[in-house]
């Protein structure tokens, strides 16, 4: 048993206004007050008891590991635990001055160099600090691997979920996940804030390619099988991390026009149905997810009639901890919790009180950590409510073996972007593609010979192919990491010739006579370029004029044409559909652009069927608010 002195930790204030939000919550003081903190002239001592190490012990249940841990946790320990920083924003350290609980990477936070070793390095560091606490309990680190460890450069990026809703493959899925988890692994890596549970009903919604349908049994088949890959059969098992099904709930129902963000239109907007809607369409996946083992969920940035998610205590806690009986943690979204009110403290007091349990902060702690103490003392907050946070933190701490296994093992470092990991995802691609039109039958294509003309910035641009959420937030154009292009794919795959050309002219191929060579099939990629949430709401998905005339300028010179959508949700076609034999959804295949040549050539059925309802146009938006027949009905695919 040792004896350690501990000494208490200055906690200094950095005041920032908070963002003003709407917001139906009741002030928890009288007035919106800052925050002003004494700062003690000298650094107190607290001399606390011998340490029970019991809580060390993994013959015990992780329940049993808690209580015993949490009997003997101060009060700056525990808020710490509830406390989730992004890296970028705090040292290690820190980690170890707040006791802090989580660290995360959000979208583009990366170390530098962007290696396995670098990560792994990077959360080390981070361990390290924390198991040199007086209690020394291990941090969480999470990320949004949400299709492969996105932001790792070298990982493997599979289709984003709406090519996997295209696919129906509960098996591909689950083995996506256990792949995931595997390369995330190779970084000391085991929290993955993925699945995304949403039922999209809004196409113009930036999250959509993160969704994997608007039916909600398909979303709850696929999210389930993802979180189940993800976990395996035990939390404890080398390659399994824990999930975190999101965004709890309603976000893909919000209504146009209502978010609270300055310019973005949908995302995080509000959830304008009664109870049994919500319950019929929005809650299935989760009910699913905590049967089959979710232990932690995030919240949503969204609003249910007029009320912030982060703040909704009847959903949060009656419904979700309550009557689904969830025993996992909740964790906010980036920031969630300051969205509630325009004072910080109401914000913190009422969500921490509405059942939120670790806040994704994620820069200013020590604020953070000075209007947790404030609250608790205030009586604002019940100690008896800390308590049950962290309970459920350490709990799930203990259930992921991370006291006993902290850091990284670089004997899994090679795990990272290997042969067979490319294959699943060459494999998961050719399942994605949906075949919208097939004039004359003109795929699949010969591969023997001949002259293709390929056109389109999509074509040949990695970036591109794998759309937001991977290296960057907002993905990018570019060779961002490596993968093969649908260029490299199709002159990889064809025999014969394939001209490239981003714009779409040809003017110096010449056929054998001299003249300007005409192309057996002309492929023209339109893509989206890459966005994130909510800078991807959008209320025009038709075609642009540039567009229509590079399918226009190839069709020129080709005997037949054939568009590939690359995009993160159905576009409006159906203007254009005339200027092409075939078009095909290959919505954002990843890395690995083979599997689309698989199928173009006939490697590779085409098996996809529409996720969502395509469009004819773009009044008859959002989902079933039109009289007219859509474009395509969800389900819809040919075979060939
Ligand atoms: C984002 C997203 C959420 C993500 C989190 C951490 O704002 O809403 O899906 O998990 O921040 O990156």
Not at 246 to 255: A, N
Request: hydrophobic residues 40%; negative net charge; charged residues 20%.
């Amino acid at each position: 048993m040792k004896k350690i002195l501990i000494p208490l930790i200055l906690l200094i204030t950095l005041l920032t206004a908070c963002r003003p939000v709407n917001t139906n919550v009741e002030s928890v003081v009288d007035v919106p007050v800052d925050i002003p903190l004494d700062v003690p002239d000298e650094t107190p001592v607290e001399v606390v008891d011998e340490i029970d190490l019991d809580y060390l012990n993994p013959e015990l249940s992780p329940a049993e590991r808690a209580d015993i841990l949490l009997a003997q946790m101060t009060l700056a320990e525990k808020i710490g635990q509830m406390t989730l920083i992004e890296k970028g924003s705090i040292s290690s350290d820190s980690v170890y001055r707040f006791f802090i609980g989580g660290v995360l990477s959000g979208g583009g936070g990366t170390p530098t160099p962007n290696t396995t070793e670098a990560w792994a390095e990077m959360v080390d560091d981070y361990q390290e600090a924390a198991l040199d606490t007086r209690l020394g309990i291990p941090v969480i680190y999470g990320v949004d691997a949400i299709h492969g460890h996105g932001n790792l450069r070298g990982a493997v990026i599979f289709p984003h979920n709406i090519g996997l809703g295209a696919a129906r493959d509960p098996d591909l899925v689950y083995r996506i996940a256990q792949v995931t988890a595997k390369e995330m692994a190779a970084t000391n890596i085991y929290w993955n804030y993925a699945p995304i549970a949403a039922v999209g009903q809004d196409i113009r919604w930036g999250r959509t390619y993160e969704v994997y349908s608007e039916n909600t049994d398909l979303v709850t088949e696929l999210s389930l099988a993802f979180l189940q890959g993800l976990q395996g059969e035990s939390l404890l098992d080398q390659f399994s991390v824990l999930a975190t099904p999101k965004h709890y709930v309603g976000d893909g129902g919000t209504v146009w026009g209502t978010s609270l963000h300055p310019y973005w239109q949908i995302d995080r907007g509000d959830l304008q149905v009664d109870e049994a809607t919500l319950r019929e369409v929005h809650l299935p996946p989760y009910q699913a997810a905590i049967e089959a083992g979710a232990q932690s969920i995030m919240v949503s940035f969204s609003s249910w009639n007029g009320t912030k998610m982060h703040a909704e205590k009847y959903l949060l806690t009656d419904v979700l901890k309550g009557e689904l009986g969830f025993e996992g943690f909740l964790v906010s979204d980036w920031a969630g919790i300051d969205e509630i009110h325009p004072d910080y403290y109401t914000s913190v007091v009422t969500a921490i009180n509405a059942g939120i349990d670790m806040n994704m902060v994620p820069y200013n702690y020590q604020r953070f950590i000075t209007v947790m103490t404030q609250g608790v003392e205030n009586g604002d907050i019940p100690q008896e409510r800390i308590d049950d946070a962290v309970r459920r933190i350490l709990t799930v701490k203990f259930m992921m073996g991370l006291f006993e296994g902290p850091f990284s093992d670089p004997a899994l470092f090679d795990l990272v972007g290997r042969y067979e990991h490319r294959a699943l995802a060459r494999e998961a691609v050719a399942k994605t593609l949906v075949l919208l039109e097939n004039e004359g039958q003109v795929l699949p294509l010969s591969k023997e010979s001949g002259l293709i003309f390929l056109a389109g910035e999509g074509a040949n641009d990695i970036g591109m192919q794998c759309g937001g959420w991977t290296i960057e937030w907002q993905g990018a154009k570019g060779s961002i990491t490596p993968g093969t292009t649908l260029k490299e794919a199709f002159e990889e795959a064809f025999q014969g010739t394939v001209q490239y050309n981003r714009f779409g002219r040809y003017d110096n191929i010449l056929d054998e006579s001299g003249n300007p060579a005409v192309a057996d099939v002309g492929i023209v990629v339109i893509a989206e370029d890459p966005y994130a949430e909510g800078e991807g709401d959008s209320n025009d998905l038709t075609l642009s004029e540039i567009e229509l005339e590079l399918i226009e300028r190839v069709g020129e010179r080709s005997e037949k044409v054939v568009v590939l959508i690359m995009s993160g949700r159905p576009l409006v076609i159906t203007e254009a559909l005339d200027m092409a034999d075939a078009w095909v959804a290959i919505w954002l295949p990843g890395t690995e652009g083979q599997g689309v040549a698989d199928v173009i050539f006939g490697d590779a059925p085409f098996v996809g069927k529409t996720p969502f309802t395509w469009p004819a146009s773009m009044d008859q938006l959002p989902l079933g608010s039109y009289e007219s027949e859509p474009l395509y009905p969800y389900g819809y695919g040919l075979e060939q």
